[in-house]
């Protein structure tokens, strides 16, 4: 049974930081690329970053660029998602995905091929 599982979030002031984790079980997850959505409370989820299976490309919604940066340890089945300079709009439950097909992590950008889902973690910045 495929597995994910966030961690990380909470209640933090306007420019703090956090750091998702997001650990993955059941599946061989180095093969696949993965990512983050979020979703504020009255809209819809919204795609975050994305990381292809070696870590070495990239992707990230403009809103989060330069402040959120995402990472794995392919070794833990563990991905991350370092938040720098944290604003209130960035209050959402924050969840982890993973492909279900080999790729770049673009599918998961446009949202065309996310095969599994964690259950959230709530991130709460307060201004």
């Known amino acids: 049974q495929v597995q994910l599982v966030e961690s990380g979030g909470g209640l933090v002031q306007a420019g703090d930081s956090l750091r998702l984790s997001c650990a993955g079980s059941?599946?061989?997850?180095?093969?696949?690329?993965m990512g983050w959505f979020r979703q504020a409370p009255g809209k819809e989820r919204e795609f975050v970053s994305a990381?292809?299976?070696?870590?070495?490309?990239?992707y990230y919604t403009d809103a989060v660029k330069g402040r959120f940066t995402i990472t794995r340890d392919n070794a833990k089945n563990t991905m991350y998602l370092q938040m720098n300079s944290l604003k209130p709009e960035d209050t959402a439950i924050y969840y982890c995905?993973?492909?279900?097909?080999?790729?770049?992590?673009?599918?998961?950008?446009?949202?065309?091929?996310?095969?599994?889902w964690g259950k959230g973690t709530l991130v709460t910045v307060a201004s």
């Open positions: 995905c993973s492909a279900g097909r080999y790729g770049t992590g673009s599918q998961i950008r446009d949202n065309e091929d996310v095969a599994y």
């Open positions: 059941g599946r061989t997850f180095d093969n696949y690329a």
């Open positions: 990381i292809n299976w070696s870590g070495s490309i990239t």
